[in-house]
């Protein structure tokens, strides 16, 4: 009896956490949640007072204010720190040299332009600190943008892409008027950020010269059924208890609803069709929610788009990879402003190793093992081959 009163109970709260989990599912694409007010504070304290950033809004046309942190081409005498591996990724950074650093205005650095950092989702600018700090070490101007819904910007339902690029149509000129933007401007976005930033490719009135987009969305709805086995919602066990290709997709109607979208359809290719900038795309290999066949049919026919694949990397790891790809992304908008408008540099990695094996088994006597990473991996990408 108490057996079956147990297997009962256990069946109806199964039931009701069938019912509850779709609908907290549908509220995560409407309403994107954000990290609380402790993390935000210590995240300001350290924006400003630790790096230096410096932080400003905007208001728009459509009664929405956009909060973004900005920062001239400067040495901020800080060594950032990034490593990855199968459970997890960090990222740190440190000072090397005096306390009162971001009070003395380190050495400004001659202008190349102004690369917008766009931030992914239920994140914030701030997330974008490390290529940032990367960037602006390099001699560009800086600036991130909290999207609406994120940070300090006004709430407002997410549009996947072709609203917050229309924001940037109008956040833009502003920015260009308070003198936080010099041309040449690139684009940087990471995830949902990488979606406003191919979207925005063609939308803004002044086309970026670049755009470097890490894992962005082929296709949104394609995307959110991944998102519970990627553990972007819940937990994945529960997750494949509970959720079924139909409840994903009776979340994503629910949302296209409320949102008043076609999150089927919606895609960056019409927007890179049309786009005049060089675009380089960047999916990590072990990303389970980004999947490498819609990526590739969205770059299909297009020369100006490079996409590669960044081996043992994931979605979580790739935006923090400020070690192993800060260098080569800072060269290749570089190479970007010196090629003719119609042509687009190749973008090159160096050769490294899976910083995770290197950490588990290198030992005083690596050289069997340094050729046997070199013939297995070749490096740290592989570049799909796109035809038209």
Not at 92 to 97: E, H, I
Not at 125 to 149: C, E, H, K, N
């Amino acid at each position: 009896m108490l057996r079956t009163s147990a297997l009962l109970a256990g069946g109806l709260l199964l039931a009701g956490c069938a019912e509850i989990v779709p609908r907290y599912v549908a509220q995560q694409i409407e309403h994107p949640a954000r990290p609380g007010h402790a993390l935000v504070r210590s995240e300001h304290e350290l924006a400003r007072h630790f790096i230096g950033f410096q932080r400003a809004q905007v208001h728009l046309a459509n009664g929405l204010t956009l909060v973004y942190w900005y920062s001239a081409p400067r040495a901020f005498d800080i060594h950032q720190h990034d490593q990855h591996g199968r459970h997890g990724a960090s990222w740190s950074l440190k000072r090397t040299g005096m306390a009162l650093a971001p009070y003395l205005l380190p050495a400004r650095l001659p202008g190349r332009g102004t690369v917008l950092l766009l931030p992914g989702w239920s994140m914030n600018a701030l997330a974008m600190s490390p290529w940032a700090i990367t960037f602006a070490q390099a001699g560009y101007r800086v600036v991130m943008v909290d999207l609406p819904d994120q940070g300090g910007s006004s709430l407002a339902p997410p549009g996947f892409g072709p609203a917050e690029a229309n924001d940037l149509r109008e956040l833009v000129p502003q920015l260009e008027l308070a003198g936080a933007i010099r041309d040449p401007l690139y684009l940087f976005g990471v995830s949902y950020g990488a979606d406003v930033a191919l979207f925005a490719a063609h939308q803004l009135a002044q086309a970026p010269r670049g755009v470097i987009a890490l894992e962005p969305f082929a296709n949104v709805a394609s995307a959110i059924r991944r998102a519970p086995d990627s553990g972007l919602f819940i937990p994945p066990w529960l997750a494949h208890l509970l959720l079924t290709r139909a409840e994903m997709d009776a979340a994503i109607d629910r949302a296209d609803r409320a949102l008043g979208l076609d999150l089927y359809t919606l895609s960056p290719r019409p927007a890179l069709l049309r786009a005049q900038a060089c675009v380089l795309i960047v999916r990590g290999s072990r990303d389970r929610l980004i999947g490498a066949r819609g990526l590739t049919r969205m770059a299909r026919g297009l020369p100006r788009v490079q996409l590669l694949t960044a081996r043992t990397y994931d979605h979580l790891s790739l935006p923090f990879a400020v070690q192993g790809f800060g260098t080569e992304f800072v060269h290749w908008l570089g190479s970007v402003a010196q090629q003719p408008a119609r042509h687009c540099p190749v973008f090159r990695h160096h050769r490294d190793y899976p910083p995770f094996l290197l950490r588990a088994h290198a030992t005083p006597d690596t050289d069997w093992l340094t050729r046997y990473f070199d013939r297995q991996f070749n490096g740290a990408l592989a570049r799909a081959q796109v035809k038209g």
